[in-house]
Nanobody, 125 residues
């Protein structure tokens, strides 16, 4: 079965950095687009960033563009999110999500059929 296990969250100061990882198993990782989605306290799900199966195309929400970088290592079945210049408003539970085999719009959270358990990111001084 599909398993997605996030790690790398924690407490960071404003302006700091964190790197999230998502270890994938139970499916052919290199065949699927993947995304990071977050949920801030008391708010709904927010798509953050996505990457197509070969890693050649990446996309970002305006709120993180220029600060976050998504990448993947298909040989290691792992998805990453490098987060720099962190802001308090980045505080959220961050989920790794596997897209359906064919998707139309990467930013639509309904395009994703498997999710990890999440890793908490807290940005505070």
């Amino acid at each position: 079965q599909v398993q997605l296990v996030e790690s790398g969250g924690g407490l960071a100061q404003p302006g700091g950095s964190l790197r999230l990882s998502c270890a994938a198993s139970g499916f052919t990782f290199s065949s699927y687009a993947m995304s990071w989605v977050r949920q801030a306290p008391g708010k709904g799900l927010e798509w953050v960033s996505g990457i197509y199966s070969d890693g050649g195309d990446t996309y970002y929400a305006d709120s993180v563009k220029g600060r976050f970088t998504i990448s993947r290592d298909n040989a290691k079945n792992t998805l990453y999110l490098q987060m720099n210049s962190l802001k308090p408003e980045d505080t959220a539970l961050y989920y790794c999500a596997k897209a359906r085999l064919v998707i139309r719009r990467m930013t639509d959270i309904y395009e994703y059929d498997s999710w990890g358990q999440g890793t908490q990111v807290t940005v505070s001084s």
